[in-house]
């Protein structure tokens, strides 16, 4: 479920015509429906109600300041992965002790700033880690609450560059590994082993493997347990699949009814905590990506439509093929429809596309076209490649559009520039 639909021949998001706002601030730019992140947040927070769960939105996924801030307003606290992320986090004044912190690799100032900040866990990826943040913690006079992530070895069914949960990926520890890390929580005075995190991929549209997944983690729980931890958290991740095209994912009330039955003896919300990390399924359908069909190239093999968003600007098609759905912002202009289109980005690489063989409705030079389901992934992993400035994101509320980040000017791509005269 999403805001942009057409009413009459026209997208809209929210009641905003995508076309005026287009008209307003040029092509290409990412557009966002306000309301669509809330819908899907709130979704998750009712499902879940009865456990009261401490949701975190990744911000990885989307970390536009006016997005985070209206999630925060609603109860979301942040899932962040770098120190820039805290930085952002704490712009948008999220309660610290709703701010939980993953990555494979934290340095030691992202840690301090972190510990010094105050946020309720660090999610560790390993002994070494462990130590680094014990001995933070030991100079700033605090003791650190800190999760532990798994890997529980299992197949989450999702493309293997968002497959996380695996023993080949370089993500948490094995079960083996993790135990004997609690067993030896003496080794770590200013840390409280408190919990137990898990990641297993993303883009995962059934709840099998996350049931797989906790199953593995109730049992390793009840073990640590047994030797005299409480163990407070499990924190199962994000990962949660949405519709790109044509895929049927778990809503939130079939993933809450699929897994919260496994929780019976835990007296969930109270002895043990539940944590949430969903990023795409907040995120994805909330945004698209405007972008303006430049030119049409008929090649003895290949019908190309070339447009003015690349693969500087969406890089989801070219980095994990992922499918989006592309339609022209205007309805039933071309009465033909091409069949095999390739739809393709002005940068110079072959890699560069949005979409592959593609049936599209017939298109004009000047159309616009919306590229759907890009609020995830989408504008956090643009770039300046071939100097192109970074598009703008403009976000509608109701009958209402702002711009919440500004379209790059030539200036910006200098900025952090000199020519060093002394080599020239
Ligand atoms: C990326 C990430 C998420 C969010 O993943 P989605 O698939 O977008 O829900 C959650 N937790 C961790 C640790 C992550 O790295």
Redo the contacts with the bound molecule.
Sequence with gaps: MHRFLFKGKELHCESVPVSRIAKSVGTPFYLYSIQTFLDHFLKLKKAFASVEPLICF?M??NSNLTVLKALVNQGSGL?I?SGGELHKARKVGVDPKKIVF??VGKTETEIEEAVRCGILMF?VESSQELDVINKVAFRLKKIQKVAI?LNPDVKSGTHQY?T?GTKQNK?GLDIGTVYKLFMESYRYPHLRLAGV?M?I????TNSKPFIEAIRKALAFIDSVRFSGNPVEYLNI?????IIYSNEKPQSAQDFAEAILPLFKKYNLGKDLKLVL?????V??NSGILVTKVLYHKTTPTKLFVIVDGGMNDLIRPSFYGAHHEIVPIIKGRGKTVYRHVDVVGPICESGDFLAKDRKLAAVSEGDLLAVMSCG??GSVMSSNYNSRPRVPEVVVKGGRFFIARRRENRDDLTRLERIVKEVV
Aim: cysteine-free.
């Design positions: 990744s990885k996924a899932d992965v993953a990555s999610n992530r968002i996380t993500f995190h990641h991929g993303s883009q995962i991740g994000g990962g949660l699949g990390e969903p990023g795409r399924f995120s994805g995830a992934y």
